[in-house]
């Protein structure tokens, strides 16, 4: 076995093979249809994106590209803001911040009749709900949530606790997991940094468009683990702790962790299992192999 080399050091090729690129989704195209296009023009055999958006949807997209698409699970794990338009019915009435506030919140929600997913009724969590603006009927939140929380039924259900009724307006995914909309980039700006590299060898846009994949495990707890240890999990083998180098202070049982080499190379997710302080027995249960 032999590991990748530490991010910083891989080259454009290694990069394309196991990276990211946090893309601004336009409207139109679905989320699987971008991710496909991708795939084609970097002319690697997977591509896969960090959650589905409506085709009308835009905002943060992070795509994995080769063999990164094995951690595509980390975005199950961490949280999405968007900013949406609530558009009401009637003349918004006096109390409603205070309505709004109480949907932050453990929801019950059901995924609409045209979702992928199977329509049972679950719980997702809303950490954080604003009014960022009121214009007459139109109202701009900002919503930090959980993963798998439909906006567009969080707004219906809005309007109706408001007693106007209102649905969901324009949608932007403003972060997902590690990334938000601070470090975006469109198709365009993927294709030209493909073609300044192939035509002129121009590295330099490249590395700032397609990310190492690590970068997509930064939200994750991670577990730093000795090169020996990473050739047994390369070989199935779980985590054992005389393997393990360090634990992040954040990391609980059950918590699902990324695991890497003393360099900074991805090596598997999984499960933490262990106790911190055990000399003997299992730490981490593999879910993915990465090397």
């Not at 009435?93 to 992928?116: H, W």
Request: aromatic residues 6%; glycine residues 8%.
């Amino acid at each position: 076995m032999t590991l990748r080399a530490p991010p910083d050091e891989r080259t454009p090729e290694e990069l394309l093979e196991f990276g990211v690129v946090n893309l601004d989704k336009p409207p139109g195209p679905s989320a699987h249809q971008v991710a496909a296009w991708i795939r084609d023009e970097v002319g690697v055999d997977q591509a896969a994106h960090s959650g589905t958006l409506d085709p009308k949807v835009t905002g943060c997209l992070p795509v994995l590209l080769g063999d990164a698409t094995r951690m595509a699970q980390v975005f199950l794990e961490g949280s999405k803001e968007y900013v949406a338009v609530l558009e009401l019915h009637g003349t918004p009435p006096s109390d409603l911040e205070a309505t709004v506030a109480e949907f932050e919140a453990p929801l019950y929600q059901k995924p609409p009749r045209k979702s992928a997913v199977s329509r049972r009724l679950r719980v997702r969590e809303v950490y954080d709900l604003d009014v960022l603006e009121v214009s007459d009927r139109k109202v701009l939140l900002r919503i930090d949530c959980e993963s798998g929380t439909y906006i567009r039924k969080l707004c219906h259900d809005i309007g109706l606790a408001l007693g106007t009724g209102g649905h969901m307006g324009h949608l932007r995914r403003t972060a997902t997991g590690p990334f938000d909309d601070s470090t975006l980039h469109t198709l365009e700006d993927l294709w030209d940094a493909l073609a300044f590299y192939r035509e002129d060898g121009d590295e330099s846009w490249l590395r700032e468009t397609v990310l190492p994949a690590e970068r997509a495990l930064e939200h994750l707890p991670s577990v730093t683990i000795a090169p020996n240890a990473a050739e047994q999990v390369a070989n199935g083998a779980p985590v054992y702790a005389p393997g393990v180098i360090e634990i992040d202070d954040d990391a609980s049982s059950g918590d699902l962790v990324a695991c890497f080499a003393p360099q900074g190379t991805a090596v598997c997710l999984g499960r933490f299992v262990g106790d911190r302080d055990a000399d003997s027995g299992v730490q981490v249960e593999l879910e993915r192999v990465l090397v």
